[in-house]
């Protein structure tokens, strides 16, 4: 049974960058074909896709906020990292990681396709 755990700091002051990392258990992050993905929610809203880095390493992030995120992995500690740069209040928000197989689909936001899920971070963004 794969399991995820979110961790980082849960307060960020404004304009800092923001690193959470997913640590994976009971599965690699490298095997084929599964897509590693960071989502949050800020308080009161919906879930709002962030993006994923791939079993091979790739890449991909939503257009809005592309300019300030990048994610990386450490295969050997099995774990993979968001970082948020210039973060603002607007970012405050549960994070979560989460797993789907074979891609996000053209639609990243269709949460059924996700099978595993950390079980979430708060991070609160205030000076």
């Known amino acids: 049974q794969v399991q995820l755990q979110e961790s980082g700091p849960g307060l960020v002051k404004p304009s800092q960058a923001l690193s959470l990392t997913c640590t994976v258990s009971g599965g690699s992050i490298t095997t084929n074909f599964y897509f590693w993905s960071w989502i949050r929610q800020p308080p009161g809203k919906g879930l709002e896709w962030i993006g994923y880095i791939d079993y091979s390493g790739s890449t991909y992030y939503s257009p809005s906020l592309k300019s300030r995120t990048s994610i990386s992995r450490d295969t050997a500690k099995n774990q993979f990292t968001l970082h948020l740069s210039s973060v603002t209040p607007e970012d405050t928000a549960v994070y979560y990681c989460?797993?789907?197989?074979?891609?996000?689909?053209?639609?990243?936001?269709?949460?059924?396709?996700?099978?595993?899920w950390g079980q979430g971070t708060q991070v609160t963004v205030s000076s």
């Open positions: 989460a797993r789907s197989e074979d891609g996000v689909g053209p639609d990243p936001t269709m949460w059924a396709q996700y099978d595993n």
